[in-house]
């Protein structure tokens, strides 16, 4: 593991304790007042494409992309343009978010909120979904043989795990450990180097009972078809919107892209 991933998911316990520590209330246990969620896969199989537009304050290899962005503002700017589901980037040491963006963000859009996180603890779960989250990303590397019980525990609490891969063994073993959406991430954790050739690779092995997300890389309508073409069902889309003022005009050129390829695919 390369050492700058260490660091992040070393900083994450620290703060998973703290956040242990601080609570003055045990928070729920997985399953209270929860409803299993409804598995996404066949609706995204018979969409168009599903574009899941990211908020995303800072990168590690990138730095400051929006620091000052207003993640309710900018959720419903993405809902205006079409996107099918908004993602969070919380993590607040390397990526400049916290549980607030979740908060704000989940309050203000219908459509679904992707906690994206560094998820080491059952205890992050329950926070997403208090938080308002009704998506979880899960990183098949970093959870390895837990990635099943962690699956599970997240459908337990009312939350559709997004489980990250990024090789062919990943995704095997996602696939064995049940997730239902599977994303496939062109941007390797070691070098943080993109590679949608990849991503296009492991759609193609996607099984027809689950559904796969494309993330990281996605630029211009041109990856986007390409990428829908390779068989992917989603593109998580979160640099490319978050440099831009108004992301509205771009996604709604994805949108109808999605649609002119879908339209034009039908018998």
């Not at 609570?23 to 066949?42: I, Y």
């Not at 099943?148 to 489980?163: K, S, Y």
Request: proline share 7%; with cysteine.
């Amino acid at each position: 593991m390369h050492r700058f991933l260490e660091e992040i998911l070393a900083r994450r316990r620290v703060r998973i304790d703290e956040l242990r520590r601080s609570m003055t209330e045990p928070l729920d246990e997985p399953g209270a007042g929860a409803s299993p969620p409804e598995n996404p896969a066949a609706s995204l199989h018979a969409g168009a494409g599903l574009i899941v537009a990211e908020v995303k304050r800072a990168s590690p290899s990138k730095g400051p992309i929006a620091p000052e962005a207003d993640a309710a503002e900018r959720a419903r700017a993405y809902e205006r343009g079409g996107a099918g589901a908004v993602s969070v980037l919380c993590e607040p040491d390397f990526f400049g978010g916290s549980r607030r963006d979740i908060q704000r963000a989940s309050a203000a859009v219908a459509v679904p909120v992707l906690c994206k996180d560094f998820v080491l603890d059952p205890v992050q779960l329950r926070m997403a979904r208090a938080d308002g989250a009704r998506w979880i990303l899960l990183i098949a590397r970093i959870l390895g043989p837990d990635l099943r019980a962690m699956i599970l525990e997240a459908l337990a609490t009312g939350l559709e795990p997004l489980v990250e891969v990024h090789s062919e063994e990943e995704m095997a073993d996602a696939v064995s450990a049940g997730a239902r959406l599977l994303g496939m991430n062109a941007r390797d954790l070691d070098t943080f180097m993109v590679d949608l050739d990849l991503v296009k690779h492991l759609a193609g092995l996607c099984p027809p009972d689950r559904a796969c997300i494309a993330e990281s890389g996605i630029r211009g309508v041109e990856d986007l078809l390409d990428l829908r073409a390779a068989g992917a069902h989603g593109f998580l889309i979160g640099e490319t919107l978050m440099r831009l003022r108004d992301p509205v005009p771009l996604l709604r050129q994805f949108r109808k892209a999605l649609n002119e390829h879908a339209a034009g695919a039908r018998p």
